[in-house]
Nanobody
Framework: QVQLVESGGGLVQAGGSLKLSCAAS????????MGWFRQAPGKERELVAA????????RYADSAKGRFTISRDNRKSTMYLQMNSLTPEDTAVYYC?????????????????WGQGTQVTVSS
């Protein structure tokens, strides 16, 4: 089964950018649909963006549209989340998740594999 490790989180000022990475190992990365979730303090975990196995189909939460870009490189077994125009409301722990699915899952219960999370803090 696949193991997932996020990196790239940190502290950034409002209006800034960060690029998160999710490195996969122990499985065939290209057989997993992937997603980025986030959980802010006191809030439920929510889907930010998801991508199918080939990278040809992508979905974004409304809060991410126009600012975030999800991508994947199956040769490198890595998924990315480019985040631009960050606001304090984007502050959260960001998780990558994988699902053995052809169609992109949109609920966290459909993802069976999770990373440990990376903290993103946006200061005003």
């Amino acid at each position: 089964q696949v193991q997932l490790v996020e990196s790239g989180g940190g502290l950034v000022q409002a209006g800034g950018s960060l690029k998160l990475s999710c490195a996969a190992s122990g499985g065939t990365f290209s057989t997993y649909a992937m997603g980025w979730f986030r959980q802010a303090p006191g809030k439920e975990r929510e889907l930010v963006a998801a991508i199918n196995r080939s990278g040809g189909t992508i979905r974004y939460a409304d809060s991410a549209k126009g600012r975030f870009t999800i991508s994947r490189d199956n040769r490198k077994s890595t998924m990315y989340l480019q985040m631009n125009s960050l606001t304090p409301e984007d502050t959260a722990v960001y998780y990558c998740a994988g699902a053995r699915a052809i169609i992109i899952p949109t609920s966290q219960g459909e993802y069976g594999y999770w990373g440990q999370g990376t903290q993103v803090t946006v200061s005003s």
